[in-house]
């Protein structure tokens, strides 16, 4: 899985997802760029973001149980 605190920097920095084309790259190929590519990309994409949101999510429910033990 994709470690987002490492991916931040270069997300910050080139405004664009690690591994996605920019905007500026696709207009200065007039637009052209290969759509089935383009479409696997963004599919990893939304599979690295729905594993880290389990992840999140798996961190709150232990986090919730640890708190209930000091209530």
């Known amino acids: 899985m994709l470690n987002f605190r490492i991916s931040l920097e270069p997300l910050r920095y080139n405004k664009h997802l690690p591994g996605i084309s920019s905007a500026k790259e696709i207009e200065s190929n007039d637009n052209m760029y290969d759509l089935s590519e383009m479409v696997e990309k963004l599919l990893i994409k939304v599979e ?23 209530r």
Not at 48 to 62: A, N
Request: hydrophobic share 30%.
């Open 48 to 70: 690295e973001l729905t594993l880290h949101t389990i992840s999140q999510q798996d961190q709150i429910e232990e986090l919730s149980l640890e708190l209930r033990k000091y």
